[in-house]
């Protein structure tokens, strides 16, 4: 399967976009991936930390996704703390978590309604003295159909993740 350029990889390394992440056995069928990832000017475990959030609101276009809603702009004390079956980026629940590396969440019903079946994997990274946030999506291809419409995700979450990573990154900073 492709695996470089767009829509599948934005901002990752060949190394990342290569690499295997839990999400990617999260799923069935041959799954379709795509990885996203972006440099951080923050240690791992401020940026940890920020992708700890998205339990609490998408940090993407709030207008949008978060019913017009801002994404908090200050830490949410407890938020830190994942566990298997929480809901987390309002679409996904929690499956597996490696802590303060990686989280991994697949579609919730309503996620699947929106956007078929998929799986995600945050982690933060290190990179020297900074950090790397990299995502993972495998979205569930076992037919011509959901395989065309998680070919079409990819440019629909392209555009959402993109500001969502940006997001995340300015706030992880601005924090550390």
């Known amino acids: 399967m492709r695996s470089v350029g767009l829509p599948l990889v934005w901002g990752a390394t060949p190394d990342e976009a290569r690499r ?6 999260a799923v069935t069928g041959t799954p379709v991936l795509m990885t996203r990832a972006i440099d951080v000017a923050a ?5 940890w930390r920020w992708l700890c959030q998205l339990s609490e609101a998408p940090y993407s276009y709030d207008w949008l996704d ?10 949410t004390p407890g938020a830190e703390t994942i566990e298997l079956g929480q809901a987390m980026a309002t679409v996904l629940r929690v499956t597996s978590v490696d802590s303060p590396h990686q989280w991994t969440g697949v579609t919730t019903p309503r996620g699947q309604r929106l956007a078929g079946g998929f799986a995600m994997t945050y982690a933060a990274e ?4 900074h950090s790397r946030i990299v995502v993972r999506i495998a979205a569930a291809s076992s037919s011509r159909l959901t395989r065309w419409r998680a070919e079409a995700l990819a440019w629909g979450d392209l555009v959402m ?12 900073e601005s924090h550390a």
């Open 161 to 172: 993740i993109r500001k969502q990573l940006r997001t995340l990154k300015q706030l992880a």
């Open 20 to 25: 295997r992440y839990p999400a990617d056995d």
């Open 66 to 75: 978060n019913l017009g809603r801002r994404s908090p702009r200050t830490l």
């Open 126 to 129: 290190p990179a020297g003295s």
């Open 43 to 47: 240690p791992v475990e401020s940026t």
